[in-house]
């Protein structure tokens, strides 16, 4: 076909492969079908087959390398048409079968990435296998813009949205394609998070687990509710625990921002009987609306800039300039569309609202045409059902919904309250300060007639498809909180002045509002250094502090593994930078999607001089996690830490032993006080 | 035969054939080409002689510095001693002073001597212009965030790692773990093969298996 394609001689061994591809996709189809009905998701399926994509899919390697523009001065995105383009659904990911066949120790002979075996391998078969491709492609963001290049998973933005059942463990092979080396600011290597899945270590997307262009990786799923050891049943686990809306993306250390920034993140989807992917009345069903892509839609933001649209090239590049951090931006993208429309009929909807950032909060109302506000019920928060639903609205006393950077709601508008022919909007207003003495972000310079709206919904009819019965007063019971264990402090701190303020870490003590604790402890991510260590199957009380000054940098913080319970919520009426006199600590007020008894999170949005108490309860799987900030240039600024989870108190003690002991070492005071030594 | 020795030296040198900048390499244009005298006094021009086609370490400091400099330079030595081999050949440290009214190059040179870092083949510390000197900051460390971006001091503990060959940048901070800071430099070098990516992942998991044995967890690999 091409020139130099000819002139470049391919590899014996790629032929062989190239056979076994064809031999595999001949029968992967009826096993396909076959997996696609064992996971329950068949119901599902058919209408998202329906759902089209207009994003030019380039076979691997060919797509072109971006022209960057001119980074001084910084380019003012084109304008574009507001409310022109439809609210794209991300396909979901198709089950195939996956050559090599997965194995529970890593297959470094066929190009797989080191890892650990994966734990409970036996008893979580797969049963359900994905591979998602890494690799650049590109994507139009707007019909007045030509396409922008990306990286994205199979090439899309945003990437297929995987949809599982509980029950049906599932193992998604992600494969690195990334151009290496790359003409973009991205970093061609790659670990993939499941935010926030009850995950097997060796298949978490540990930061420091990358692995470079050429490799795959096999992540694990169970599938399964956390409390896997104490709770028999099928599905395993404690069904309290369920989580339902979740998303990958790249993790790779100190480069995460770019990476996604490129568009390296997706949705996945569990169901279970709670929430199963149809609307009718089955046993034990909170019948919400959850037809994916009819009447439930992932609703992903991610802000961008764009460089002027260069006909040349034929492209309208994402502003970027290699070797500096994802930029400030001016457009804000859902599901990877500027200011899109959706038809919606006189019934509920359901959004799986998520902010993959880079690094601002994206705080959300529903207005009607005349820029009233009109409610919107929001009934699970990072994917967990509340206990009793939270409405946001004029009078409910949460005006807004503060969607952090890796957060999300599941969120239900009820299109009856407009009349045919209305249309209603999702209107950004920011008020949290997230940029200290710089500017605010500008608001959307075009296509903005009432603030910065974000999309517009059509109402264009009655339902066709009978609307859910009301949203139930009390969803789910959760699960009792967790013991109080020992306690445990996180630092999320920047320290101004001559010792960099650009140096954003988590520091750490076992002894509370311990300072020189903290201080010691100042100390950027290092993959290869445990700055906790906890005992699997054990609960602990974790206070996470913002120590910076109210009104600086918010911390959306990010725990791996488990899902937490809020149990208080301070501020320091008195602020001080090195930590809070405890007489100082004034409770604040939680929404209902924050409070414990109410909430289970994952993401712990920390305002300067909050602190947040939670428990936790580390279950089912042993090895590295992490707990970190959220905003993306944070994250890349190491204000991360890993922590462990060992097996047998033998391990924990040794491990704690260890950590006091290259404290020492180093000349500081001991981390774990002789009764905290396990 | 002198004249041209002389001319030569330092301004409008042929570029050196051996580096190559990347298609993609933003050239004089981010880096600027402005003339910057080293530690040892020579006059070079920024992109052409020291950047083009070359995979660099680039970090900030300034002569009076009593803070993060004395320890992040402690810690570049022993970056430095680890890449030795690499240091003057295919790599190459600059230390750039964000101080350029205070630091003339005896200064820097006094610096470096006082941290045994004088005389090393591949080190320079570099001052200039003022304006100069700011722009290069602004250009290669900026965070997009005015009081960050305002503090000269700010980006003392920041490590650049630009390969113009690859059109790889990256950063580290230099308090991170040696382990760290290695493999970051190495996301720069000119991509391996295939075969190369699959031994070294190879060997790593033989350094998991081995960690496992060890300590039952892996602790370092």
């Not at chain 1, 999702?426 to 296509?447: C, H, M, N, R, Y």
Request: a neutral charge; charged letters at 20%; one cysteine or more.
């Amino acid at each position: 076909m091409s020139g130099p394609r000819d002139k470049k001689k391919r590899p014996e061994a790629s032929k062989s492969e190239k056979e076994k591809y064809f031999e595999l996709s001949r029968m992967s189809r009826r096993k396909m079908l076959k997996l696609t009905a064992a996971a329950g998701a068949g119901t599902v399926l058919s209408p998202m087959i329906l759902t089209s994509r207009k994003s030019t899919v380039y076979a691997q390697g060919t797509v072109p390398e971006p022209e960057l523009c001119p980074a001084t001065p910084v380019p003012q995105s084109p304008p574009h048409t507001p409310f022109v383009d439809d609210l794209p659904v991300p396909s979901p990911a198709l089950p195939q079968l996956l050559s090599p066949t997965p194995t529970k120790a890593a297959n470094t002979d066929n190009g797989e990435a080191a890892r650990d075996d994966h734990q409970r391998w036996e008893e979580f078969t797969p049963a359900v296998t994905y591979q998602l491709e890494a690799r650049a492609g590109t994507h139009q963001f707007h019909r007045d813009y030509l396409p922008s290049y990306g990286w994205g998973f199979n090439g899309l933005y945003p990437g297929p949205t995987v949809l599982n059942a509980y029950g049906v463990p599932s193992l998604v092979r992600f494969k690195n394609s990334l151009p290496d080396p790359t003409q973009s600011f991205g970093t061609p290597q790659t670990t993939v998070h499941l935010h926030n899945g009850h995950t097997a270590s060796e298949s978490d997307g540990f930061a420091g687990d990358f692995f470079d262009s050429g490799l795959f990786k096999d992540n694990h799923y169970a599938n399964a509710y956390a409390g896997i050891d104490d709770f028999g049943g099928f599905p395993k686990g404690d069904p309290r625990e369920a989580m339902h809306t979740f998303w990958y993306h790249d993790h790779l250390m100190a480069e995460t921002q770019n990476n996604n920034y490129l568009g390296m993140n997706g949705m996945y989807i569990a169901y279970d009987q709670t929430d199963p992917p149809w609307e009718f009345n089955t046993p034990g069903s909170l019948r919400l609306p959850a037809y994916y892509g009819v009447t439930d839609f992932p609703v992903v933001f991610l802000r961008q800039r764009f460089c002027p649209t260069n006909p040349t090239t034929g492209r309208t590049e994402k502003f970027q300039v290699v070797g500096a951090a994802a930029p400030g931006t001016d457009k804000v993208a859902v599901n990877g569309k500027l200011q899109p429309k959706l038809s919606v009929r006189r019934r509920k909807y359901r959004f799986r609202m998520l902010n993959t950032g880079v690094a601002a909060l994206m705080s959300v109302a529903l207005v009607d045409g005349n820029g009233a506000q009109k409610p919107m019920t929001v009934v699970a928060a990072d994917g967990n059902f509340l206990h009793t639903p939270g409405v946001v609205s004029a009078t409910s006393g949460f005006p807004q919904l503060d969607i952090h950077v890796a957060s999300r709601f599941d969120v239900i508008i009820d299109f009856s309250q407009f009349a045919v022919g209305q249309v209603a909007y999702l209107k950004e207003i920011t008020t949290t300060p997230q940029f200290v003495s710089s500017p605010a972000p500008p608001p959307l310079s075009d296509g903005t007639p009432i603030g910065a709206l974000l999309m517009r919904f059509d109402i264009i009819g009655d339902a066709t498809i009978p609307d859910t019965p009301a949203i139930p007063s009390t969803l789910v019971e959760l699960p009792p909180i967790p013991p109080a264990g020992t306690y445990f402090e996180w630092g999320f701190r920047n320290i101004a002045g001559n010792n960099p303020p650009g140096n954003f870490r988590v520091t750490h003590s076992a002894i509370p509002e311990n300072d020189a604790n903290h201080d010691a402890t100042f100390l950027p991510f290092d993959p290869f250094r445990i700055d906790h260590v906890v005992l699997k199957g054990s609960s602990e009380t974790w206070a996470i502090r913002n120590d910076t000054m109210l009104g600086n940098w918010l911390h959306p913080v990010h725990i791996h593994l488990e899902e937490g319970r809020i149990i208080e919520k301070t501020i320091c009426s008195v602020p001080n930078a090195d930590g809070c006199n405890p007489a100082n600590r004034t409770p604040v007020a939680m929404p209902p999607w924050e409070d414990g008894n109410n909430a289970r999170r994952d993401v712990y949005p920390t305002q300067g001089q909050e602190r947040f108490v939670i428990r936790l309860k580390f279950r089912d799987f042993v090895g590295r996690y992490l707990i970190h900030c959220h905003n993306m240039g944070h994250e890349d600024a190491f204000m991360m830490v890993r922590w462990d989870v060992v097996e047998d108190l033998a391990t924990l003690r040794r491990t704690r032993e260890q950590i006091n002991a290259e404290r020492v070492a180093r000349g500081d005071t001991p981390l774990y006080r002789k009764e905290d030594l396990g | 035969m002198k004249r041209r020795a002389f001319f030569t030296s330092f301004v409008g040198k042929p570029p050196d054939e051996q580096f190559k900048p990347a298609r993609g390499s933003p050239g004089p244009t981010i880096f600027t080409n402005a003339l910057l005298r080293t530690h040892e006094n020579k006059q070079v021009r920024f992109y052409d002689d020291l950047i083009r086609g070359r995979h660099v370490l680039i970090n900030l400091m300034y002569a009076d510095c009593h803070g993060a400099c004395p320890v992040v330079t402690e810690r570049l030595l022993k970056v430095y001693s680890e890449l030795k081999d690499r240091m003057g050949k295919n790599l190459f440290l600059y230390s750039m002073t964000v101080k350029p009214e205070d630091d003339d190059p005896a200064a820097l040179k006094n610096y470096a001597e006082m941290h045994r870092a004088y005389g090393l083949p591949g080190w320079t510390f570099l001052t200039g212009d003022p304006y100069d000197m700011e722009t290069i900051r602004f250009n290669l460390f900026r965070m997009d965030h005015i009081a960050i971006d305002l503090d000269i001091y700010a980006h003392t503990s920041t490590l650049k790692i630009i390969n113009d060959g690859t059109n790889r940048w990256l950063h580290v901070d230099p308090m991170a773990s040696f382990s760290t800071i290695l493999r970051k430099i190495s996301w720069a070098d000119p991509p391996k093969s295939f075969a190369e990516k699959l031994e070294a992942n190879k060997k790593l998991q033989e350094k998991i298996n081995k960690e496992k044995k060890l300590w039952g967890y892996r602790k370092d690999a």
